[in-house]
């Protein structure tokens, strides 16, 4: 049964550590949408 | 009038003509013919009313949630504002320190996941803790994995019987407690989300932990307790007593052939989970039969007020979002479009419920509406309750995340399941869950905006930021994760053995309960279609991954839309921007939400309930 523990928990964690990963990816594409921001406003955000 | 006549009142019956005229005419009672649309005046004068009571209520609210946001003075502060500091202090919180939309999202994971965390150990423990009083066991671990999922992720979705599996510390401190924190999660996403829209040129959203804190504090502690006395002083049990046993009037015969001459009463705390469950869309029974049961739901002013309490918050949050962004009209325009949507479903919920079944007219069944009968499709109703309140209920509880029932959605007929299934295909943007469904809403403004801004050629914009291609890759994303993880996990489960051997009912009624297993734990609604049986490991991890995927796969690009909007440079208003507060735009965002929702499930809507109409009716 504690094996079964740590495999449910287990997978919680990797879910968690996955959704991190979108944040990141979120985050990564965010400069992409900045810039474009920046050319057509022609300078400061 | 002679002294104690009998007078019965016949109801008014509304015809709205039949759905598929001259197609069939199986009752042969003269006038009442299956198919045929029909409502009671009572039945519209109850939902009108319902309607009109929301209405009323979403102004006075939403004011005073726009206040708790803000951070304005409310009556509350003199009594809670002493307990806010408090709660700063030991947290080590500093209300004053902004975060961008990346620290708060973080915050919102390792929160949640702590969260997941303590209603796990608390199920896998309980036999070892207190308030135990029936010595339940440790729940299994993929029940206990399914359950915490369920209740961290606001979906409460319950695989378990609540009174033969929780003890009352595990339904208090864990499911509870998870009500409250679940609830002020989404309503803490979505204040961060308008102050992303009504902010510019900013980096920061606000901060996660005030916005749960007040959340919970100021909104939905209070709103709860004043619930719960109500629920408790009309016979919604409140104890943590141990089950009764009581002698039966009249001795009966199980399946076994054992006489049974007495009856247990499950007892405990279910007015505070009860107020709760309904008031933060959350939707988890004290019992198993939720508020169909008597001490959940015991009289029709509490049915009425459950129902009230599933939709209060969300449409509240709209004009709560108005007064953010500064333009009520903005609210009211969001509120107006889901309210359409709602009002259509209920009453073609009722409609369709209204109509019959011709399986049961062709067995001579009467359904027609008298004095001494609701009439109508009554299986899996409560009497007390009728069609109507069930017909307000099932769409109410799958238009917001929330639920509960009151009524078994799977003896509802074909049309009538169709209907609580697509509320939730829509995404839960009809009110939705506690801030999750107005943050999925304004996505879809977003694509309505932008949408609308290519069929005219101009740049989009909404309340004044340009709507650009990082927003669209967000919306995207937020709009075609659900269908995906609906769509594959209900495959999934068709296709192996483990998922068939769930399935009791053949064809496309079967079908029909699985997509709606995965539908609503997808959509974190956590309403269950029923007959299907669900609480095996395959069911339990699965449906646990749909419901992670449901709640923080949508919250976290939520919040970097939000991030990349709050960055932008105020656009003025011009004459080309598209207006968004006026009834065009509420019908264009109905159209969006429709054709959307549409486009990504009515091939496996035909396959479930569709064709399980046309079998009916032939």
């Known amino acids: 049964m504690i094996m079964d523990d740590i495999i449910y928990i287990g997978l919680a964690v990797i879910f968690f550590v996955l959704t991190w990963g979108l944040l990141k990816m979120c985050d990564v594409l965010q400069p992409e949408a900045d810039k474009s921001i920046e050319e057509k406003s022609g300078g400061k955000v | 009038m002679k002294k104690n006549q009998e007078v019965r009142y016949e109801p008014v019956v509304l015809y709205f003509g039949n759905y598929f005229p001259g197609t069939f005419d199986l009752l042969d009672r003269g006038t009442f013919k299956t198919g045929d649309i029909r409502m009671t005046l009572n039945g519209v004068l109850q939902i009108m009313f319902y309607i009109v009571v929301l209405t009323l209520l979403a102004k006075p609210l939403g004011a005073f949630m726009a206040r708790i946001y803000q951070r304005e003075k409310t009556f509350l502060d003199p009594l809670l504002g002493s307990l806010e500091r408090i709660i700063y202090?030991?947290?080590?919180?500093?209300?004053?320190?902004?975060?961008?939309?990346?620290?708060?999202?973080?915050?919102?994971?390792?929160?949640?996941?702590?969260?997941?965390?303590?209603?796990?150990?608390?199920?896998?423990?309980?036999?070892?803790?207190?308030?135990?009083?029936?010595?339940?066991?440790?729940?299994?671990?993929?029940?206990?994995?399914?359950?915490?999922?369920?209740?961290?992720?606001?979906?409460?979705?319950?695989?378990?019987?609540?009174?033969?599996?929780?003890?009352?510390?595990?339904?208090?401190?864990?499911l509870t407690v998870q009500n409250f924190i679940s609830a002020a999660t989404g309503m803490a996403v979505l204040a961060l989300f308008i102050r992303g829209i009504a902010r510019h040129s900013a980096k920061t959203l606000g901060n996660f932990w005030v916005d749960m804190t007040r959340s919970t504090l100021y909104i939905l502690l209070p709103l709860s307790l004043v619930f719960a006395l109500i629920l408790v002083s009309q016979g919604v049990i409140q104890n943590n007593s141990s089950y009764v046993s009581v002698p039966l009037l009249q001795s009966t015969v199980d399946t076994g052939g054992v006489t049974v001459t007495n009856q247990v009463l499950a007892m405990g705390p279910a007015a505070s989970q009860i107020a709760i469950k309904q008031l933060g869309t959350n939707g988890g029974g004290f019992f198993n039969v939720n508020s169909a049961h008597p001490y959940e739901n015991p009289t029709p002013l509490t049915d009425f007020l459950e129902m009230l309490a599933i939709l209060l918050?969300?449409?509240?949050?709209?004009?709560?979002?108005?007064?953010?962004?500064?333009?009520?009209?903005?609210?009211?325009?969001?509120?107006?479009?889901?309210?359409?949507?709602?009002?259509?479903?209920?009453?073609?919920?009722?409609?369709?419920?209204?109509?019959?079944?011709?399986?049961?007219?062709?067995?001579?069944?009467?359904?027609?509406?008298?004095?001494?009968?609701?009439?109508?499709?009554?299986?899996?109703?409560?009497?007390?309750?009728?069609?109507?309140?069930?017909?307000?209920?099932?769409?109410?509880?799958?238009?917001?995340?929330?639920?509960?029932?009151?009524?078994?959605?799977?003896?509802?007929?074909?049309?009538?399941?169709?209907?609580?299934?697509?509320?939730?295909?829509?995404?839960?943007?009809?009110?939705?869950?506690?801030?999750?469904?107005?943050?999925?809403?304004?996505?879809?403004?977003?694509?309505?905006?932008?949408?609308?801004?290519?069929?005219?050629?101009?740049?989009?914009?909404?309340?004044?930021?340009?709507?650009?291609?990082?927003?669209?890759?967000?919306?995207?994303?937020?709009?075609?994760?659900?269908?995906?993880?609906?769509?594959?996990?209900?495959?999934?489960?068709?296709?192996?053995?483990?998922?068939?051997?769930?399935?009791?009912?053949?064809?496309?009624?079967?079908?029909?309960?699985?997509?709606?297993?995965?539908?609503?734990?997808?959509?974190?609604?956590?309403?269950?279609?029923?007959?299907?049986?669900?609480?095996?490991?395959?069911?339990?991890?699965?449906?646990?991954?749909?419901?992670?995927?449901?709640r923080y796969w949508l919250a976290v690009p939520t919040l970097a839309l939000s991030g990349s909007l709050v960055q932008k440079k105020l656009v003025p208003a011009g004459e080309g921007t598209l207006p968004t507060h006026t009834p065009l735009f509420i019908f264009w965002l109905i159209a969006v939400v429709l054709i959307v929702g549409a486009l990504n499930f009515l091939p496996a809507l035909a396959l479930g309930p569709i064709v399980e109409h046309f079998m009916m009716i032939h």
């Open chain 2, 89 to 174: 202090r030991i947290a080590r919180i500093n209300p004053d320190e902004e975060m961008d939309w990346k620290a708060n999202a973080l915050a919102m994971l390792i929160f949640n996941f702590l969260g997941f965390l303590v209603v796990y150990a608390l199920q896998r423990m309980q036999q070892f803790l207190p308030m135990n009083p029936q010595g339940f066991g440790a729940v299994s671990p993929d029940s206990s994995f399914n359950t915490a999922v369920s209740f961290a992720s606001n979906t409460n979705w319950q695989g378990y019987g609540g009174e033969t599996t929780m003890s009352y510390l595990t339904q208090m401190l864990a």
């Open chain 2, 313 to 550: 918050i969300p449409a509240a949050l709209c004009y709560t979002f108005g007064k953010m962004v500064k333009d009520t009209r903005q609210g009211w325009a969001i509120f107006a479009a889901m309210m359409l949507i709602l009002t259509v479903a209920i009453f073609s919920l009722y409609g369709f419920e209204g109509s019959g079944n011709p399986k049961l007219a062709a067995l001579h069944v009467d359904q027609q509406s008298t004095s001494m009968s609701p009439g109508g499709n009554m299986e899996g109703k409560e009497v007390r309750f009728g069609i109507p309140n069930s017909a307000i209920w099932a769409t109410a509880t799958t238009a917001a995340s929330n639920g509960s029932v009151n009524a078994m959605h799977d003896s509802y007929t074909p049309l009538g399941g169709f209907v609580a299934l697509v509320m939730i295909h829509l995404g839960e943007v009809v009110f939705g869950g506690v801030g999750s469904g107005l943050y999925g809403m304004l996505v879809f403004v977003i694509v309505a905006v932008f949408v609308a801004g290519l069929l005219v050629g101009r740049t989009p914009e909404y309340l004044g930021h340009k709507i650009e291609a990082y927003e669209m890759k967000m919306a995207s994303i937020l709009i075609l994760i659900m269908p995906i993880t609906v769509l594959v996990l209900t495959a999934l489960a068709l296709v192996t053995t483990a998922g068939k051997a769930g399935i009791f009912n053949p064809g496309p009624h079967g079908f029909s309960e699985i997509l709606y297993v995965f539908t609503s734990q997808a959509n974190n609604n956590g309403s269950a279609f029923a007959g299907a049986s669900v609480n095996t490991p395959f069911y339990n991890l699965t449906g646990g991954v749909a419901m992670l995927i449901g």
